[in-house]
């Protein structure tokens, strides 16, 4: 025989453990109704993972072709760090974490002035932080964990070879140019 508990939401009794029939629908009714924003936090956070990734080849190439000295290094260095950055802020943006909203508005404010598609993506940056910010917080999170059904399938594998594809043509690009 099952037991009965109380639902962590509303108190009511539930057999079983969980969460009650009520409240998992408002929570798909919820999580529906935010689709479209977390659609557009997984776009933004594609963004800087491809900001960071092209932004890492292009410093260590670019660093590697144009100065081979301690301060050419020392750039490269930073370079690749603030990426590797951008690039984890990308996986918090994906993870709905609190803490990316504020990294995503900062470079987002940073990228304004790298005209014409920095200012694209800056803009994109503080529109969609602005507009879905209560996505990050943790009472959303956890209707995303009763609500797994709801998930966007993960990326198609052919637009990951697209992805490999341009990564790989930036280093290309400057060894031809370099050599």
Do not use: K
């Not at 996986?91 to 404010?109: C, E, F, K, Q």
């Amino acid at each position: 025989m099952s037991e009965r508990v109380t639902c962590p939401r509303c108190g009511d009794y539930v057999d079983g453990g969980g969460v009650c029939p009520e409240c998992l629908e408002r929570a798909r009714a919820t999580r529906r109704e935010n689709l479209q924003g977390e659609l557009a936090l997984r776009r933004l956070s594609g963004h800087f993972y491809l900001l960071g990734m092209l932004g890492a080849f292009a410093s260590v190439f670019g660093g590697l072709a144009v100065s081979a000295t301690r301060t050419g290094y020392v750039a490269l260095g930073v370079g690749v760090a603030v990426c590797v950055a951008v690039f984890a802020l990308g996986h918090g943006v994906a993870r709905l974490r609190p803490w990316s909203v504020v990294g995503a508005r900062v470079i987002g404010v940073l990228l304004l002035f790298a005209f014409p598609l920095g200012t694209l993506l800056g803009l994109e940056a503080l529109y969609v932080t602005v507009r879905y910010r209560e996505l990050s917080r943790a009472e959303y999170r956890e209707i995303v964990a009763l609500t797994p059904e709801l998930d966007e399938p993960p990326i198609p594998v052919w637009q990951w070879v697209v992805i490999a594809l341009l990564v790989a043509a930036i280093p290309a690009w400057f060894l031809l140019r370099a050599g």
